[in-house]
């Protein structure tokens, strides 16, 4: 029996050992596939460096809604990358309106684009960078985001599709906060704030678990229930 049981161990021994034999090579790899701490600023200056200053793409536009997103005439619908769109709010009822009007005086009627997705997202929409035409001869382009941001028309959204864009419109928004521009003004829009998720036609967001938001519109406890358009309510004023 005594002798069964060291068979026994010395199987175990030789099945963990060639285990940790077939895991090493692995652990390796992904030891080396890890970034060097030192390299860091560096990839994310690169990222930072790649926001594109000019268009790949250009269409005629068709409409643009309070969501700022626009409709081409070829049907495809953009969204405009890094941007989190205004809400109303009691003290701008028409603030979403104000800020569509804006993007549609400066748009014109073509517009050049830079896609970020091969694939449109589940509502229909491609996230873009845009430009308006140069505003004068030999001017570059001009990047709606910018426009927006600087004016306090909408806030920065960090998604993965903004990433290359990430300074360039965080030094925009940054501005218009100091500046106290647009939504800045509004009581009713926090100074500091963690922006949504990639928002969704109508205020609503996907989720499938509990989370807390904070938007500069609402902050509220959400879980499930954060699909209903009560979610996305503007906060009332209290007496």
């Known amino acids: 029996m005594r002798a069964k049981r060291e068979r026994q161990h010395r199987r175990g021994s030789i099945g963990v050992q060639g285990l940790l034999m077939l895991l090493l090579p692995a652990l390796n790899i992904a030891t080396l596939a890890r970034a060097d701490p030192a390299s860091a600023p560096a990839q994310s ?12 793409s250009r269409a005629a536009v068709a409409t643009i809604d309070e969501r ?30 104000t800020a569509r009007d804006a ?9 050049g684009f830079v896609p970020q997705a091969g694939q449109p997202d589940r509502w229909g929409r491609i996230p873009a960078f ?15 985001a910018q426009f927006l941001l600087a004016g306090g028309f ?15 419109f965080l ?20 100074s500091s704030r ?6 969704s036609p109508k205020g609503r967001r996907p989720m499938s678990s509990s989370s807390a938001v904070s938007s500069p519109w609402t902050r509220v406890r959400c879980s499930r229930s ?8 503007a906060p009332s004023r209290s007496r």
């Open 45 to 56: 200056a690169a990222a930072d460096t790649a926001c594109p200053d000019s268009a790949t």
């Open 68 to 97: 700022l997103e626009i409709t081409l005439k070829d049907g495809r619908t953009l969204r405009l990358a890094g941007l989190e769109p205004p809400r109303p709010t009691p003290d701008a009822p028409d603030f979403d309106a």
């Open 103 to 111: 993007l549609k005086a400066r748009s014109g009627a073509e517009i």
């Open 130 to 144: 845009v430009f308006f035409d140069p505003s004068a001869p030999g001017t570059p382009p001009v990047s709606a």
């Open 154 to 168: 909408a806030g920065f959204m960090p998604e993965l599709a903004a990433r290359p864009c990430r300074t360039v």
């Open 171 to 190: 030094a925009a928004e940054g501005a218009a906060r100091k500046a106290k521009l647009g939504l800045w003004r509004d009581p009713f829009t926090p």
């Open 194 to 199: 963690r922006p949504m998720a990639t928002p």
């Open 226 to 233: 954060c699909n209903s358009p009560r979610a996305a309510r």
